[in-house]
């Protein structure tokens, strides 16, 4: 089978940030849209804010846009198959033969559009690599992480 690849852009919230979630305490904030999905440079590895561990940035993305890419590839799948049974039904009819074949073709599941919500918390611009993220400062939080840097804000 061959590859396939999905792109997709995560819209932001009124400010241009994004949610994300950390794999590892599960806790969530967000960052620039343009800065992390930006072409000129591209993001590999993230920091979380909060507990300061890092990986692969598509392990930060919210349960909300997993989904959602889920649901592209589920769509994607279907046109494929209702393209392939499509053709094979017009060329059977097509012989006149007895038994006739009927497909229903199998319906799309919804593709919710990712639209981030305002929530409360402070933006922080790192004084290392001037990128913006916004996390919830916690009471009893002492240490904020760069998300693009890890280091403490
Ligand atoms: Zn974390
Ligand atoms: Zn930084």
Known sequence: MSQV???FTIQGDSEGFVTLECPFCESEFKVSADEF???????QDLFCPYCGLTTDKDEFYSKETVEHINALATNYMYEEINKTFGEIAK?????????????????????????????VEEIFVCTSCDKREKVLFLAGAS???????????
């Open 5 to 7: 690849t999905f792109s």
């Open 143 to 153: 240490k904020v992480y760069c998300a693009y840097c890890g280091v403490d804000l």
């Open 37 to 43: 999905q930006s072409e000129e440079i591209p993001v």
């Open 91 to 119: 060329v059977f009819n097509r012989n006149k033969s007895i038994v006739k074949m009927d497909f229903k073709p199998l319906k799309k599941v919804n593709v919710q559009e990712l639209k981030d919500k305002d929530t």
